[in-house]
């Protein structure tokens, strides 16, 4: 089983839902958050950063300039990282974004796997 959080705004360049990272970067930016929640999210993505490999690849294709479109997925198994991501979804959601975590056993054509996670070209049927 894989997860991935996600929100009604669509990010611009793949048309997909966004992910929380960008969302909480979009309440940061518009100077809503206090600075609790500043300093909780700062603490969040660091921990991210530390425990959380960049995935290399975003799309099947070899070319350098090739379109990003396969989607960040958790591995059901990392639940540490999982509780993190119910941490920021806690901070969103008390500024009335609200989150959807999609669960799937099919979340496309695998481009990247490390222990965590996986990227994915999405399959048609698959909830983005």
Request: glycine content about 4%; cysteine-free; aromatic content about 10%.
């Amino acid at each position: 089983m894989y997860i991935r959080f996600v929100i009604s705004d669509r990010d611009e360049d793949s048309g997909r839902r966004q992910g929380l990272f960008q969302a909480a970067a979009a309440l940061r930016d518009a100077g809503v958050l206090d600075i609790y929640e500043e300093e909780q999210m700062d603490v969040l993505r660091k921990w991210f950063k530390e425990h959380l490999e960049k995935p290399k690849s975003f799309s099947r294709s070899r070319k350098p300039r090739a379109t990003r479109v396969a989607l960040s997925w958790f591995k059901d198994t990392a639940k540490l990282h999982i509780a993190k991501m119910y941490e920021f979804a806690a901070i969103l959601e008390a500024h009335g974004v609200h989150v959807e975590v999609i669960r799937t056993t099919r979340p496309g054509y695998v481009v990247y796997e490390d222990e965590h996670q996986i990227t994915a070209e999405p399959f048609s049927e698959t909830g983005t």
